[in-house]
């Protein structure tokens, strides 16, 4: 069946859900408070970089089932389900998680509710905020007891995020369990399509389904540390922290995903999310319990650093030297930078005097706007052009093909930092090439 939805927030989650929910069946109506980005999806443009979002987006819009809009009243007006999927992010001098945009959206759409509603909300929050803000939905909202919340996590991946929204390997929603019953209701009448393909569909409180989130990535976040942490160890015995994760990988509790060394994590949420953590564990007095994750945002720092520091070695000093740094975005198949270790270290780089230019296939302009005095190149080669050290900084497939042959010619010096230990480093070495892994061959 049908539902009449409105998304809040068009960003990687709000975009993708909204476009996910047309695909659904539903009829769809994204809500931002940014004009020119409502303008762009109204046309049927992804303002980022998603792959095969484009084409879904543009489906629906030219089906109809799917419109953009700045207006709260028609969102309001328009549907019965309405989904919060705005940003949650770090707080500025702090580790908190900034819940305005979450807040504005409940002030706005809540005072507009006059008949039965269901608020869902997908955002990332410190446990304890669905409560509170059912509470605040009940006093605001005319049509009160009949206006209902569920928190209802998101665990999509960027460059995933279409295939993650339509296959979801689970569903999680928070009830209020002093009021079950009718929340559910609504979200298996929305999930009816994948809750038939028997995806799990867990049920539970709104402080646990908050929690899930969190945890998850914590796990994830610990997962790369850890493996990362190992890769240190390697550094300093001559071992091979990749082999070391297939062997570890093949006991199935412990498993090959995420023990990939390298330049860590980054990204709109493992950084920020663990910090957020952080920050409630210490307002609810059980700081100790998640002290280990301070450890864990430090190793993962630590691998920038010691790249920059890894490439000064190499190069006998960084004053002058020109180095390609290939990538910027903090993962391949997106051209999201925030907190990205590629950019990181290219800028690190740069403040110790190297030369650097910079080239990734999808986030060089979003690069420049926060590093505008890096040089940005509109190919790899391009780049490496008389480089004394080439640094693969994100694993784009386009950089894990180059030929390490037809590079030599190119560069000034065949050097290379292996940051994602994602080249075949024998072709490399047998080129001619210096390289350097992470947690491997003298890294
Ligand atoms: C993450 C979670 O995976 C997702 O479930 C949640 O909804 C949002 O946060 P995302 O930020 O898109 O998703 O990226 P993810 O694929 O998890 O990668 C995060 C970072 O970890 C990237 O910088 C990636 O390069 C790094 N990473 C990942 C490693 O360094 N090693 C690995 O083995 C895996």
């Given at each position: 069946?049908?539902?009449?939805?409105?998304?809040?927030?068009?960003?990687?989650?709000?975009?993708?859900?909204?476009?996910?929910?047309?695909?659904?069946?539903?009829?769809?109506?994204?809500?931002?408070?940014?004009?020119?980005?409502?303008?762009?999806?109204?046309?049927?443009?992804?303002?980022?970089?998603?792959?095969?979002?484009?084409?879904?987006?543009?489906?629906?819009?030219?089906?109809?089932?799917?419109?953009?809009?700045?207006?709260?009243?028609?969102?309001?007006?328009?549907?019965?389900?309405?989904?919060?999927?705005?940003?949650?992010?770090?707080?500025?001098?702090?580790?908190?998680?900034?819940?305005?945009?979450?807040?504005?959206?409940?002030?706005?759409?809540?005072?507009?509710?006059?008949?039965?509603?269901?608020?869902?909300?997908?955002?990332?929050?410190?446990?304890?905020?669905?409560?509170?803000?059912?509470?605040?939905?009940?006093?605001?909202?005319?049509?009160?007891?009949?206006?209902?919340?569920?928190?209802?996590?998101?665990?999509?991946?960027?460059?995933?995020?279409?295939?993650?929204?339509?296959?979801?390997?689970?569903?999680?929603?928070?009830?209020?369990?002093?009021?079950?019953?009718?929340?559910?209701?609504?979200?298996?009448?929305?999930?009816?399509?994948?809750?038939?393909?028997?995806?799990?569909?867990?049920?539970?409180?709104?402080?646990?389904?908050?929690?899930?989130?969190?945890?998850?990535?914590?796990?994830?976040?610990?997962?790369?540390?850890?493996?990362?942490?190992?890769?240190?160890?390697?550094?300093?015995?001559?071992?091979?922290?990749?082999?070391?994760?297939?062997?570890?990988?093949?006991?199935?509790?412990?498993?090959?995903?995420?023990?990939?060394?390298?330049?860590?994590?980054?990204?709109?949420?493992?950084?920020?999310?663990?910090?957020?953590?952080?920050?409630?564990?210490?307002?609810?007095?059980?700081?100790?319990?998640?002290?280990?994750?301070?450890?864990?945002?430090?190793?993962?720092?630590?691998?920038?650093?010691?790249?920059?520091?890894?490439?000064?070695?190499?190069?006998?000093?960084?004053?002058?030297?020109?180095?390609?740094v290939?990538g910027a975005a903090?993962?391949?198949?997106?051209?999201?930078i925030?907190?990205s270790?590629a950019l990181?270290?290219a800028?690190?780089?740069?403040?110790?005097?190297?030369?650097?230019?910079v080239?990734d296939?999808?986030a060089n302009?979003n690069a420049?706007?926060?590093?505008?005095?890096?040089?940005?190149?509109?190919?790899?080669?391009?780049?490496?052009?008389?480089?004394?050290?080439?640094?693969?900084?994100t694993?784009?497939?386009?950089?894990?093909?180059?030929?390490?042959?037809?590079?030599?010619?190119?560069?000034?010096?065949?050097?290379?930092?292996?940051?994602?230990?994602?080249?075949?480093?024998?072709?490399?070495?047998?080129?001619?090439?210096?390289?350097?892994?992470?947690?491997?061959?003298?890294?």
């Open positions: 069946m049908s539902e009449r939805i409105s998304v809040f927030g068009t960003g990687y989650l709000g975009a993708t859900h909204a476009a996910g929910m047309a695909e659904l069946g539903h009829e769809v109506i994204g809500v931002d408070i940014d004009p020119a980005k409502i303008a762009r999806l109204s046309a049927g443009e992804v303002p980022f970089y998603e792959p095969g979002l484009p084409e879904l987006l543009k489906r629906h819009v030219d089906s109809g089932r799917l419109r953009f809009t700045t207006d709260v009243h028609d969102a309001a007006e328009f549907a019965d389900v309405h989904f919060i999927g705005v940003g949650t992010p770090q707080v500025r001098g702090g580790y908190a998680a900034d819940v305005s945009q979450v807040e504005s959206v409940i002030e706005e759409l809540g005072p507009l509710l006059t008949r039965p509603a269901t608020i869902l909300g997908k955002s990332t929050v410190p446990v304890g905020t669905a409560e509170r803000l059912a509470a605040r939905l009940r006093e605001i909202a005319p049509a009160g007891d009949e206006v209902d919340l569920g928190w209802n996590p998101e665990f999509l991946r960027e460059g995933f995020a279409v295939q993650d929204t339509l296959r979801p390997d689970r569903l999680v929603l928070g009830i209020d369990r002093d009021r079950p019953g009718r929340v559910e209701q609504v979200a298996r009448r929305v999930y009816a399509a994948m809750l038939e393909r028997d995806t799990p569909f867990l049920v539970t409180d709104y402080a646990t389904s908050e929690l899930v989130k969190v945890s998850a990535n914590a796990f994830l976040a610990t997962k790369i540390s850890f493996i990362n942490a190992i890769a240190e160890v390697c550094e300093a015995t001559g071992a091979d922290v990749r082999d070391l994760a297939d062997a570890i990988g093949h006991d199935e509790r412990i498993g090959r995903k995420f023990l990939g060394a390298g330049l860590g994590f980054g990204g709109g949420c493992l950084p920020k999310d663990i910090r957020a953590f952080m920050a409630r564990a210490g307002e609810l007095g059980v700081d100790q319990a998640l002290a280990f994750l301070r450890e864990v945002d430090g190793v993962n720092m630590r691998r920038r650093e010691h790249a920059v520091t890894l490439a000064e070695r190499m190069l006998g000093g960084l004053d002058g030297a020109r180095i390609a290939l903090f993962k391949p198949d997106s051209d999201d925030r907190d270790p990181d270290v800028g690190g780089l740069h403040l110790r005097g190297a030369k650097v230019v080239h296939p999808e302009a420049a706007r926060i590093w505008p005095t890096l040089t940005y190149a509109d190919d790899a080669l391009e780049a490496c052009r008389d480089a004394e050290l080439v640094i693969v900084a694993e784009w497939k386009q950089f894990r093909t180059l030929d390490p042959q037809a590079l030599t010619s190119i560069v000034a010096s065949p050097r290379v930092i292996d940051g994602r230990n994602c080249l075949p480093s024998e072709d490399w070495i047998e080129a001619g090439w210096e390289y350097r892994g992470m947690g491997r061959l003298a890294g």
